[in-house]
Structure formats: structure tokens, C-alpha cells
T-cell receptor, first 115, second 116 residues
Framework: SAVISQKPSRDICQRGTSLTIQCQVD?????MFWYRQQPGQSLTLIATANQGSEATYESGFVIDKFPISRPNLTFSTLTVSNMSPEDSSIYLC????????????FGQGTRLTVV | DAKTTQPNSMESNEEEPVHLPCNHS???????IHWYRQLPSQGPEYVIHGLTSNVNNRMASLAIAEDRKSSTLILHRATLRDAAVYYC?????????????????FGQGTILTVHP
């Protein structure tokens, strides 16, 4: 298994500000994934972060709004920039462990409220 | 990305079996069928996955149709702790920088309610 720690677990932020979410994994992984879960909705992939290269963003998400860092094989950050109330969501970090049983592991999420 | 279709919600009684259906008519030959569940206020957790044959683990069983266009997650004896949103996902294999990885595209899932 993989243990994923996200910080902060929740935050309330003023519109126009930025929040950086940290994701720490207890073992080295190649790919890390960032998801958004809007209230009452399913998860949507924001981007895929490969260590040593720029993140790959999904349609509808851009680097200026959601810059991602991936400085090493166990850590990543997602910044939500220039926030508006529409950014109020749960943001989740995920990694995939490949092997005999390929599965993804998710952090507990960061619950963000923008006021 | 391949898509899946699931009922919005299902209900069960405790200690009874639950069959959660999923349709994936556009599945490709290399797509693995994955099931995850999300308990309240938690991130999703892996349940089971399969390619063609039926699969069993300590949590559940996965029955895959012969044409692979549908599958059913089976909880043999539902407990209150099984109340969650269950997601049926086709794992799409991607490559980047020489590394292959799986992209998971979540649908709306099935909200399972378990009654005492």
C-alpha cells in the first residue's frame, strides 16, 4: 500500500488569494495525480505530475490557474491561484502502484472553501 | 476516454448480497475494469479489478460479461460500513516520458445505502 498525506486538510480562503496544497507519499512513485471533487460531484482529473518534467493538464485546466510542482519522487504541490467561490472543492492527490495488483491510492483530500 | 454507466443509487439490507451493475459498451481490448469506492469524507479506495475473467478478493467479487461490455461488483454480505459511492472505471493506459501509467476517469458512481 501507499500512505499519502495531504496538507492542509481543510481551509477557508478569501477570493483572489492562492492556496498551495502539499502531498507527501511514503514511498517513491513516478506519477502523481491531482483531482478535484466539486460539491456533490465525482472526481475530475486536473493533471498528472511526472518528476522532473512539467505536469500534463487535462482539458479545462491550465497551468496558470493550477500550477503544480514535483521536486522529487515523494512530494508534489498543487496551487489554486486567484481563487473564486467556484474553486470551492475537495482537492485530492493520488498515486498509482503498479505490479501484480495495479491500484491507485488517494489522500484524504483538502477541503477548500472560498469566501 | 472510455465511459461507464452505473445506476445513480441502490439500497440493500445488512447481511444481504449486493450486485452493483456497470455498463461499458465502448471498452477496448486492453482496458482493465476497476472498481473503487469512496466512503464519506474520505478519498476513494481500491476494491477490485479485472480484465476478462471473474475475480474474487476479500472485499468483493467481480463478474465480467463474456463480451466485456458490462460487469457486476458483488458484495457478498453487505455491512453498514459498505455504504459508499462505488465507481466503475475503465483504466486507460497512457505513456509519458517513457513511463506507462493508468488514467482513471470517474463517472458519477452508484450511491449504495445499507439499511440495518
Amino acid at each position: 500500500s501507499a500512505v499519502i498525506s495531504q496538507k492542509p486538510s481543510r481551509d477557508i480562503c478569501q477570493r483572489g488569494t492562492s492556496l498551495t496544497i502539499q502531498c507527501q507519499v511514503d514511498s517513491q512513485v513516478t506519477m502523481m495525480f491531482w483531482y478535484r471533487q466539486q460539491p456533490g460531484q465525482s472526481l475530475t482529473l486536473i493533471a498528472t505530475a511526472n518528476q522532473g518534467s512539467e505536469a500534463t493538464y487535462e482539458s479545462g485546466f491550465v497551468i496558470d490557474k493550477f500550477p503544480i510542482s514535483r521536486p522529487n519522487l515523494t512530494f508534489s504541490t498543487l496551487t489554486v491561484s486567484n481563487m473564486s467561490p467556484e474553486d470551492s472543492s475537495i482537492y485530492l492527490c493520488s498515486v498509482e502502484r503498479q505490479g501484480a495488483r495495479t491500484e491507485a491510492f488517494f489522500g484524504q483530500g483538502t477541503r477548500l472553501t472560498v469566501v | 476516454d472510455a465511459k461507464t454507466t452505473q445506476p445513480n443509487s441502490m439500497e440493500s439490507n445488512e447481511e444481504e448480497p449486493v450486485h452493483l451493475p456497470c455498463n461499458h459498451s465502448t471498452i477496448s481490448g486492453t482496458d482493465y475494469i476497476h472498481w473503487y469506492r469512496q466512503l464519506p469524507s474520505q478519498g476513494p479506495e481500491y476494491v477490485i479489478h479485472g480484465l476478462t475473467s471473474n475475480v474474487n478478493n476479500r472485499m468483493a467479487s467481480l463478474a465480467i460479461a463474456e463480451d466485456r461490455k458490462s460487469s457486476t461488483l458483488i458484495l457478498h454480505r453487505a455491512t453498514l460500513r459498505d455504504a459508499a459511492v462505488y465507481y466503475c472505471i475503465l483504466r486507460d493506459v497512457r505513456r509519458a516520458g517513457g513511463t506507462s501509467y493508468g488514467k482513471l476517469t470517474f463517472g458519477q458512481g452508484t450511491i449504495l445505502t445499507v439499511h440495518p
